[in-house]
């Protein structure tokens, strides 16, 4: 009785284990944990940015509950009927608040602005953008240079003055006889230029010195900005259509910009000081050339490029 038990044991142990036609491992595996799911809505087709969104451009899929991140995609299909893209959506794009708009889309470059930040022209040629290097992305610095000129704080004019000499009303002079009755001042224009009174020190007697030219300009120039982006260079594409090339424009007050490439990620910031040619003297060791009793020939009074 004992070896019959044991007989049955074993087979009813086989058919367990996948013999014979009762049931199987694979039916005492380990059941899949079902997971909850929930609708999000996704764009049906593809769409262009500004357009308002309808119901036959919408659909639902199913997305993991345990992977969902309240707020960020929409459930609710009725609150995103009617709304504006923002962008150039492809079909299948899970909507997000950040993609859509109840109010009319601006520009193509009013998107790509980040908020609180401003987007402004700068001329530019070949010199001043290296070499047309520049493309959409890239990160500058912008870089002015000034001339700068004394002038009179009253006058607000370029010194130095024209000097003039006032006839008082009175009797005139033997030459002239007659008498004036009013003021008159009399310049000499271009020729009247004020100078100054100088001791000569060969002739030990002051004399009136005039300047041989007008006041040259001092030249300074100062990074105003760092790691500005560049939205676009030449003019903004219209119906997809890009015009060929930069067109540099005049630059307010005289000032010229020029922009410096930054390396990729690189959006270090750092104190700059301006440069200006005593600077530029002191910075990079450049001395005063010594007054020599022998010159080059021809003579040269300008550097011209190549």
């Excluded at 492809?90 to 009013?110: H, R, V």
């Excluded at 120039?221 to 890009?242: H, N, Y």
Aim: aromatic share 4%; net charge negative.
């Amino acid at each position: 009785m004992i070896s019959v038990l044991g007989v049955a044991a074993f087979l009813l142990r086989g058919q367990l284990l996948g013999g014979g036609g009762g049931s199987t491992a694979q039916d005492l595996a380990t059941p899949t944990p079902q997971q909850n799911l929930v609708e999000i809505v996704i764009l049906a087709q593809p769409v262009a940015r500004g357009t308002v969104l309808s119901e036959g451009v919408l659909a639902r899929v199913s997305y993991p509950q345990a992977q969902m991140v309240e707020g960020l995609f929409f459930t609710d299909i009725n609150l995103v009927i009617g709304q504006r893209t923002r962008y150039d959506l492809d079909q299948g794009t899970p909507l997000t608040p950040s993609l859509l708009t109840d109010k009319p889309t601006g520009s193509y470059a009013a998107v790509r602005i980040p908020r609180g930040q401003v987007a402004v022209s700068i001329p530019i040629n070949r010199l001043t953008s290296v070499s047309y290097a520049l493309q959409s992305g890239d990160h500058v610095n912008i870089i002015a240079s000034l001339m700068l000129v004394d002038v009179d704080t009253q006058f607000q004019s370029r010194l130095p003055n024209l000097a003039a000499s006032i006839i008082a009303p009175g009797p005139g002079s033997a030459e002239t006889g007659g008498t004036t009755a009013t003021i008159s001042v009399v310049s000499g224009g271009p020729g009247s230029v004020q100078g100054r009174a100088e001791l000569d020190t060969t002739l030990n007697q002051a004399v009136y010195v005039l300047p041989s030219e007008e006041q040259r300009g001092r030249i300074v120039s100062q990074t105003l900005v760092q790691d500005a982006t560049v939205l676009w260079v030449g003019e903004f594409p219209e119906d997809g259509k890009i015009e060929e090339g930069p067109k540099p424009t005049p630059i307010l007050a005289g000032g010229k910009l020029s922009l410096a490439m930054r390396s990729y990620g690189d959006d270090q910031r750092i104190d700059t000081q301006a440069a200006t040619l005593q600077f530029i003297l002191d910075q990079y060791r450049i001395p005063n050339p010594v007054k020599l009793p022998v010159g080059l020939e021809p003579r040269t009074d300008e550097m011209l490029w190549p």
